[in-house]
């Protein structure tokens, strides 16, 4: 028998992988607004802990030092959030190796390409298959963070171009396995800055130049809460008609055509 927190057991609970900095903290804080109950599941403990102690005024909060690179770490993982909260309403897939380049092709190991793979992709995998049966229940949904890399690339980035391409594969094909009861769909973020969104010990304060900005549709760079909203929308019933789709948080640089100039 699970062991519910102190909140009603009707109050919703997620759990968001990478929870700790960047797009992931933002994520956390947004679904406490809206009355979640939260999991942050993050490698980096200092991160986690600092996390939930910024944020545990919002709302009931937990950090499990979690490596999704790892089976049983995962499922001790989802283990504890079914014991604590006593439910699971949603899943969100965003940690992630957050350094895109490897290097020249010819130089890339196998070993880091299994690296990649292991976390962005297999971490995937591996937090649905143990979420699934709780998701089920509450008919709950799934969210991916992906990239706007899975549809487009700069040089030296197949490893993660391929994990993150990966992603948006699995999304669709869960979303069909595991219809109607759950609903999956990814988010493919383009350039979010997060450098005032990390750990005190290595924040930085962002600093951009007109192009950096004016290379944008938008005039402006991503912020985390931009995908956190995006998040919050597809968790919610107002998405109830959505499933299996991918969701590019950019800006509109995806679809800005560019020609080199003489």
């Known amino acids: 028998m699970h062991t519910t927190s102190t909140a009603s057991a009707h109050t919703p609970v997620a759990i968001v992988t990478g929870g700790a900095q960047g797009i992931g903290r933002a994520i956390c804080g947004t679904l406490l607004t809206l009355g979640y109950q939260v999991m942050i599941a993050d490698i980096d403990v200092e991160a986690g802990q600092e996390c939930k102690n910024l944020l545990m005024d919002l709302g009931p909060i937990l950090f499990h030092h979690t490596d999704i690179s790892h089976e049983d770490s995962i499922a001790f993982m989802v283990d504890m959030t079914l014991e604590r909260f006593g439910r699971l309403d949603l899943l969100v897939n965003n940690a992630g190796l957050a350094v895109p380049f490897t290097g020249p ?48 690339s700069e040089p030296d980035t197949e490893a993660y171009a391929a994990a993150k391409g990966g992603v948006l594969a699995l999304t669709h094909a869960l979303a069909m396995s595991l219809a109607p009861e759950v609903r999956v769909n990814s988010i493919s973020p383009g350039w979010i800055e997060v450098g005032d969104w990390q750990k005190k010990s290595v924040r930085t304060e962002p600093v951009h130049s007109e192009r950096d900005l004016q290379q944008h549709p938008v005039g402006r760079i991503g912020r985390p809460d931009d995908v956190a909203s995006l998040v919050a929308y597809l968790a919610s019933d107002a998405a109830g008609f959505i499933t299996g789709q991918n969701f590019v948080v950019d800006g509109g640089m995806t679809r800005k055509m560019i020609y080199a100039e003489d």
């Open 105 to 152: 092709i010819e130089d890339l190991s196998l070993a880091t390409w299994n690296q990649y793979l292991s976390v962005h992709l297999s971490g995937s995998f591996l937090c649905a298959k143990y979420a699934i049966s709780a998701l089920r229940e509450s008919r709950g949904s799934i969210i991916n963070i992906a990239s706007t890399r899975a549809l487009q």
